[in-house]
């Protein structure tokens, strides 16, 4: 007769853990197993400070497991960093690889980004090919080598944009012409890979309040003839953006996106900037434009 012991089955008992249960004369004894429901792992290109960093630690905080890939480590210790290059090509497969050696990837949410004000005539070609390296060709490379991992997970995408990609920003033009890049980007790939059980989605923010100002490429000495232009749009765009909506609040949404059940392929942040983008549509974009260079100070 086999021992008691060696008799056992499991019993379900909740989600996420299980029982085994004891089969003999005496009653039953439950016994928690350590197994736990998997964690999410969210993958987030751009976290090392800013948007993309406020958005790691709110979904470290929901039980995420975040992994960061930057140049610099984002400062979080439930977050965990691989340095990479979102500009050379072929970083960003090896360091989502490295990525999803462990649970594979449920959320990949691209947030690098580079601006520069810059006079077009005086642009030079090596930053504005830089530009589109960080802020388009990136969220292609990042989708293409993610997609292995979504799929079998079903997982999602969020384009951090700007409602710099609808409306125009005076001197920052090679930063708009990317982000309405990413826009398209997000609804073509979305139509593609919704049938394949895929999301994507592009977050537009308006003006945000984080270290991105600073930081900010701005032409002086390169483009004296347009000095004067460009002091005042692009001082005006740093108004905006240091007075505009809190980093918490843009992560916040793009947290929501991105947990969506039916997510819109485009979305803007708050009420105003929803309100904006419609405007937009409706009025004659040469009445649009002669607003935008008021805003920024322009003759």
Not at 75 to 97: F, M, N, T
Not at 149 to 161: D, E, F, M, T
Not at 271 to 291: C, E, W, Y
Request: aromatic share 6%; net charge positive; charged share 25%.
């Amino acid at each position: 007769m086999k021992r008691n012991e060696d008799r056992v089955r499991e019993v379900t008992v909740e989600k996420s853990e299980k029982v085994t249960e004891v089969i003999g004369e005496k009653p039953a004894v439950a016994v928690k197993a350590v197994e736990k429901t998997p964690y999410k792992t969210a993958v987030i290109i751009g976290a090392s400070s800013g948007i993309g960093r406020e958005s790691a630690l709110m979904l470290a905080s929901r039980g995420y497991r975040v992994v960061n890939i930057s140049r610099t480590p984002c400062k979080g210790e439930k977050v965990k960093s691989i340095s990479a290059d979102a500009a050379q090509e072929g970083e960003l497969k090896r360091a989502i690889s490295d990525a999803a050696e462990n649970g594979g990837i449920d959320l990949l949410i691209y947030s690098a980004g580079f601006s520069m004000s810059a006079p077009l005539e005086h642009a030079r070609s090596g930053d504005y090919r830089y530009l589109f390296e960080v802020n388009y060709f990136g969220a292609i490379e990042a989708i293409k080598a993610a997609l292995p991992y979504l799929k079998k997970k079903g997982g999602r995408v969020v384009l951090v944009g700007s409602l710099g990609g609808d409306i125009p920003i005076p001197y920052d033009g090679f930063y708009s012409a990317s982000k309405a890049a990413l826009v398209m980007l997000a609804r073509e790939a979305n139509m593609e890979l919704k049938g394949r059980g895929v999301r994507v989605s592009a977050l537009l923010p308006g003006g945000t309040a984080t270290d991105f100002t600073y930081n900010r490429m701005i032409y002086r000495d390169e483009a004296t003839d347009y000095e004067g232009n460009v002091k005042k749009a692009s001082a005006a765009l740093a108004n905006m953006e240091q007075g505009g909506m809190s980093v918490s609040l843009v992560a916040g949404a793009i947290v929501k996106l991105a947990e969506r059940k039916n997510p819109p392929p485009v979305m803007s942040v708050g009420a105003k900037n929803g309100m904006v983008r419609f405007i937009n549509r409706l009025l004659p974009s040469q009445f649009v434009d002669r607003m935008v260079m008021r805003k920024f100070n322009q003759k």
